[in-house]
């Protein structure tokens, strides 16, 4: 059990085909948890090839299709969660995107996809987890916002505005929930190795590298290892944080 601090318990990760989900997922995993693998209908496939990998080291591993931002999808998310494994411990957050572009010549529909699949997807998928986690009391959501949501970046207003809201709701969520013993937490990556960073250009990385202490991208399992710490009891006693995975980044 020791070794296993996460056996019984039942976890939802959502955008989690690849990239850090996927990490997340497995290190979950590793940790005993069963895991529910949600992404978009396009990402089934590589869902259930991590889900096989989940199923390898003996544990649940399902696929729950869904869109973040359509409730009535992320509702049949819940419903098939606790019909399939009778409870739900752990949420995590994800499924993000990005659109970049200069503000002046952002579309509203740069704006509004950003905002909605980060910051409404991160609303609608824990309105529906707590009502599992309300009657249970207990839980653990964790939402994957980012470092650009504290310190702002040229060309990515949406994102940020999406990642500091997540950041805000973290917050006052944790407050509204933490009297039903359900912890509520936000990590905020730099720049990890992903699909999301392999876009950036040469340029773009080299700039980037200089405003990093420690000199480079991060690996998903190293958010992966933190998102796993603030899944189970280790962490009984923190809510409403945000923790940083960024090289020293922000400090
Ligand atoms: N990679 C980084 O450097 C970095 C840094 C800071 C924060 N983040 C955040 O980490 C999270 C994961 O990013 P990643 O780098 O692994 O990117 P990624 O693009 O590899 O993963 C995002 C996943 O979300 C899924 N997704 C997108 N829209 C969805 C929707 N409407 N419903 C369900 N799933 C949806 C995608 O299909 C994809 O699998 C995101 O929230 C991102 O903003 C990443």
Not at 135 to 145: D, F, V, Y
Not at 174 to 195: L, Q, T, Y
């Amino acid at each position: 059990m020791k070794d296993l601090p996460l056996q019984t318990k039942t976890a939802l990760v959502t955008g989690a085909r690849r990239g850090l989900g996927k990490a997340i997922a497995l290190r979950l995993a590793r940790s005993g948890a069963d895991v529910v693998l949600n992404d978009i209908a396009a990402g089934q496939e590589e869902c259930e090839g991590v889900a096989e990998e989940i199923r390898a080291l003996g544990r649940k591993g399902l696929v729950a299709t869904a869109d973040v931002c359509a409730a009535d999808q992320i509702n049949e998310v819940m419903e098939k969660i606790v019909s399939e494994c009778g409870r739900l411990d752990i949420l995590v957050n994800n499924a993000g995107i990005t659109r970049d572009m200069l503000l002046a010549r952002m579309t509203e529909e740069q704006w509004d996809s950003v905002l909605n699949v980060n910051l409404k997807g991160t609303f609608l998928c824990t309105r529906a987890a707590l009502k599992t986690m309300l009657k249970q009391r207990s839980g653990s959501i964790i939402n994957i916002a980012s470092v650009v949501g504290l310190m702002g970046n040229a060309g990515q207003a949406n994102y940020a505005a999406s990642k500091g809201g997540v950041i805000a709701f973290t917050k006052a969520v944790a407050k509204e929930v933490a009297s039903r013993n359900i912890r509520v937490n936000a990590v905020a990556p730099g720049f990890i190795i992903s699909p999301m960073t392999d876009k950036l250009s040469e340029e773009a990385r080299r700039r980037l590298l200089c405003l990093i202490p420690l000199a480079r991208l991060g690996k998903p399992e190293e958010v992966a290892e933190v998102v796993n710490f603030l899944a189970g009891d280790a962490s009984a006693y923190i809510t409403g944080q945000v923790v940083n995975v960024d090289g020293g980044m922000v400090m």
